[in-house]
C-alpha cells in the first residue's frame, strides 16, 4: 500500500495584519486595528472636530467596510482619556459590543460619555497599568508612560510570533506633577520589540519636549507679575497644568474659578479618582464680582478660538456673570492647533479691543509644554526598546516622514508612511500594504453617524419632521448685538431629548452674530439657523415654533417692568377653582394696569375663561396640582399691541394634553406675535 509522502515544508509563520482607521495623515480620531487569525482588536477611538466645517461637527473613523471584512474586534484598548483616542467610543462601539479596555481615568471620561448617550457601561472593565490581560491569542499589557494627562500607557502587543509596542501619546517627562516619571528599566526589559507603531507628531521638531514642572515654575512666575485679573486658557484634559495653574493662584493670593463645561467634568472626574488632592477650592463664577481683581484667577476652556468655548464668551462680552475689563490678562498656556489660527486671531483681536493684555506661547515658549516626544526623545526611547521597525502613526504626513528619518537614522526599518485604510501586513519579510480601503468621511449629524456628503437637503426631507419645540425668545438689543432675556423658555415635545446647556450657548452666539437690528430679518435668520441646529442634534427634525419678541416694548419709563405671579407652597393646596380664579384676577390686573393695552385683554380673558374651564377642572390629576402646574407653566409677558405666553417645559407627563390645548388656542388666536 502507497503511504502518502510526507512533507517536511517550513511551518508558515502566520502575519500580523494592522488596519489604521485614523490617525494617519491627520492629527485626530485614532483608530487602529491589530488582527492575527481572523481575531481582532481595537486601539484607542477617537474623533477630531472639523473646524473647516459649519458649526465644526464631529469627524468619527469610518468603519463600514469592517463588517464586510468580517472583521468585528473582540476588544477595544484604550491607551489614555483624550477626545482623539477616547472620542468616538459611544459612536463606533455599540456596533461591535466588545469588552473596553481602559484605566480609571478614561474609563471615568468615557462612562461620563456613555451616560450622555444612555449606552449601558457593563462592558467598561477597569485595568490598573501594567496589569496584563488576554484577547484571542493576543497578549496584551497597559504600560504607563508619561503624556499630558494621567494614567497614559503605551500598549505591548504580544502574539505567538510578535511583539509590538503601540505607543499611544507619550513624552518623557522627568517632572510630570502626577504621576511618576517613565521608568527605562520597564521599557528595557521589552527590548527588542518587533515593531513600534509610534506617536509622530512632534518627530520633526530637535531636541526634547518641555517638563510640566518647567511650565508650573514659569506659570507661578508670570502670576506674580499680573496685577489686575488673570484668566488662563488651557486643554481641559490637561490635569498637570490644571494642578500647576491652581497651586500657583493659591501661591500668589488668587482665588480660583473654572469655566467650561470639559473642563469642569474632567476635573470633577479626576477629583473622584484621587486626583488634584492638593488642588485650592473652587468660587463659583457668579460670586467673581465680589472679589477684587488682584484676587482673581480663572481657568477656561478655548484656547483654540472655539466659539462657543467660555474664552470666545468672555472676549466677546457674553458671559452671564464675568465680564473681561482693560488692565486684565489672558494668559494662553497651549498652542495653536494647525487649523485653528485664523478663530485664535479673532479671540485676540476681540481681547485686544476689551484692553485685556495677552500672553501666549509665541512670545513666552515656557508657559507651555506640549505632549509629544521630540527627536531626542524618540532616540531614547528607541534606545530602550531596539525596535527592528517602526510605523509612524499619530501625525500628518510631514510628521510621519520626519519620524521615519529619526528611525532610519537609527537603523530601524521604516518602509512605509501609512494611510487611513491600509490593511498592513507584518510577517518574516517585513511590513507591507497588503490593500487599501476606500474610507468615508464620517460625522455626527442628528445623532446618528453619517457620511459627510450626505447633508443634504432632500435625503433631510426624507428623514420627515419629529415632534415639535415651541422656543419663546426675549430679545434686546444692545451695543454688541441681540442678546436673549431671562431663561430659555422651550418646550420639547415628541422629539429626542434636548441638551438645554448647548442650545442656550449656541443660541447666543449665533444672535451675537447676527448682523442685522431689524427683527423680522433676525426671526427668519433664527428660524433656518435653529431647524439647522435642531437637524444636526436631535435624531428626528422636529417641527418648530419660534416666537420671537422684542423687549423694549416692556420697559416703562426706563424701569424693566416684571409680571408674573407664582404660588406658595400653601396656597398650592387650595382647590383648583380658588386658584384658577386668582390667576384670573392676575390677568386681568395686569391687562388692565395699563390702557394702552387694553386691545390685548380680551385675548387675556379668553386664556383665564380656558383655565378656569372644564378642561383644567377635570383633568385626571389632582385639582390643585394641575392649577398649580397651570400657574408655573403659563407666563403672560405684555406688550404694546400683542402678548406672548411662553410656555416652560411641562413639569409633568400628564400636563401634555393641557399644553397641547393651549398652544393651539394660541396659534388659532394668534397670540404668539410680536
Ligand atoms: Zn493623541
Ligand atoms: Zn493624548
Request: proline share 7%; with cysteine.
Amino acid at each position: 500500500m502507497l503511504k502518502p509522502r510526507v512533507q517536511v515544508r517550513q511551518r508558515q509563520r502566520p502575519p500580523l495584519h494592522l488596519l489604521p482607521l485614523g490617525g494617519c495623515g491627520e492629527i485626530g480620531m485614532n483608530l487602529t486595528l491589530y488582527g492575527y487569525q481572523d481575531h481582532w482588536i481595537a486601539v484607542d477611538c477617537g474623533m477630531m472636530i472639523r473646524q473647516d466645517l459649519p458649526e465644526g461637527p464631529l469627524q468619527v473613523p469610518d468603519t463600514e467596510s469592517l463588517a464586510s471584512l468580517g472583521i468585528c474586534p473582540e476588544m477595544l484598548v484604550i491607551t489614555h482619556g483624550h477626545e482623539d483616542h477616547i472620542g468616538a467610543v459611544a459612536w463606533l462601539w455599540p456596533k461591535w459590543r466588545c469588552p473596553i479596555i481602559a484605566t480609571p481615568l478614561a474609563a471615568g471620561l468615557l462612562r461620563a460619555k456613555f451616560a450622555e448617550r444612555e449606552l449601558e457601561t457593563s462592558s467598561l472593565q477597569i485595568i490598573e497599568v501594567d496589569e496584563g490581560f488576554e484577547s484571542g491569542p493576543f497578549a496584551l499589557r497597559l504600560l504607563p508612560l508619561t503624556h499630558s494627562i494621567p494614567e497614559s500607557c503605551s500598549l505591548l502587543i504580544v502574539t505567538p510570533e510578535y511583539r509590538v509596542m503601540h505607543t499611544g501619546d507619550w513624552k518623557l517627562d522627568p517632572e510630570p506633577l502626577i504621576g511618576e516619571p517613565t521608568d527605562p528599566e520597564r521599557y528595557q526589559a521589552l527590548a527588542p520589540v518587533d515593531l513600534v507603531v509610534g506617536d509622530s507628531t512632534n518627530a520633526p521638531l530637535p531636541g526634547h519636549s518641555r517638563s510640566e514642572g518647567e511650565v508650573a515654575r514659569a506659570l507661578e512666575k508670570t502670576l506674580a507679575g499680573c496685577r489686575g485679573r488673570v484668566v488662563v486658557t488651557c486643554f481641559a484634559s490637561n490635569l498637570a497644568r490644571i494642578l500647576a495653574l491652581g497651586r500657583a493662584a493659591a501661591r500668589n493670593g488668587r482665588r480660583v474659578t473654572l469655566l467650561g463645561r470639559s473642563m469642569e467634568r474632567m476635573v470633577r472626574v479626576a477629583r473622584g479618582l484621587g486626583y488634584l488632592e492638593d488642588f485650592p477650592p473652587l468660587v463659583p463664577v457668579k460670586d467673581l464680582g465680589y472679589l477684587p481683581p488682584e484676587e482673581v484667577m480663572v481657568i477656561a476652556t478655548g484656547s483654540q478660538g472655539e466659539p462657543r468655548a467660555a474664552l470666545s464668551r468672555l472676549a466677546n462680552s457674553r458671559h452671564p456673570d464675568f465680564e473681561l475689563a482693560a488692565g486684565d490678562t489672558v494668559i494662553f498656556s497651549s498652542k495653536a492647533i494647525p487649523g485653528n489660527e485664523l478663530a485664535i486671531g479673532k479671540l485676540h483681536n476681540a481681547l485686544t479691543r476689551l484692553g485685556v493684555g495677552i500672553m501666549e506661547e509665541k512670545q513666552f515658549p515656557d508657559l507651555h509644554a506640549s505632549g509629544h516626544p521630540a527627536q531626542e526623545e524618540l532616540r531614547t526611547f528607541y534606545g530602550w526598546l531596539k525596535p527592528t521597525r517602526l510605523l509612524p502613526v499619530h501625525g500628518e504626513y510631514r510628521h510621519q516622514l520626519a519620524h521615519t528619518q529619526v528611525a532610519q537614522s537609527l537603523g530601524i526599518e521604516a518602509p512605509l508612511i501609512p494611510v487611513n485604510g491600509d490593511v498592513i501586513r507584518l510577517d518574516a519579510q517585513g511590513l507591507s500594504v497588503e490593500k487599501r480601503l476606500t474610507l468615508q468621511e464620517r460625522i455626527i449629524e442628528h445623532d446618528k453617524v453619517r457620511p459627510l456628503d450626505s447633508m443634504d437637503r432632500r435625503a433631510r426631507a426624507r428623514l420627515g419632521r419629529h415632534g415639535s419645540v415651541s422656543l419663546a425668545l426675549p430679545l434686546t438689543l444692545q451695543e454688541a448685538g441681540w442678546v436673549r432675556i431671562g431663561r430659555l423658555m422651550l418646550d420639547v415635545s415628541g422629539t429626542a431629548r434636548l441638551d438645554e446647556d448647548s442650545f442656550a450657548e449656541w443660541l447666543d452666539d449665533t444672535l451675537a452674530g447676527l448682523e442685522t437690528t431689524d427683527i423680522d430679518t433676525v426671526k427668519q435668520q433664527l428660524n433656518s439657523r435653529i431647524n439647522r441646529w435642531l437637524r444636526n442634534h436631535l435624531r428626528h427634525e422636529p417641527v418648530l415654533f419660534l416666537h420671537v419678541m422684542t423687549m423694549g416694548d416692556l420697559f416703562f419709563g426706563g424701569r424693566p417692568r416684571r409680571f408674573g405671579w407664582s404660588l406658595t407652597r400653601s396656597s398650592t393646596e387650595r382647590p383648583a377653582s380658588i386658584i384658577a380664579s386668582r390667576i384670573s384676577a392676575s390677568l386681568r390686573s395686569l391687562a388692565i394696569s395699563s390702557s394702552r393695552r387694553c386691545s390685548s385683554s380680551s385675548a387675556f380673558c379668553s386664556m383665564t375663561s380656558l383655565m378656569t374651564s372644564e378642561s383644567l377642572c377635570s383633568c385626571s390629576m389632582d385639582n390643585w396640582r394641575a392649577a398649580a402646574r397651570a400657574t408655573f407653566l403659563l407666563r403672560a409677558i405684555f406688550s404694546r399691541d400683542s402678548a406672548v405666553i411662553l410656555l416652560p417645559p411641562p413639569c409633568g407627563r400628564n400636563w401634555n394634553p393641557m399644553r397641547d390645548t393651549i398652544v393651539d388656542w394660541m396659534l388659532q388666536q394668534s397670540i404668539s406675535l410680536n
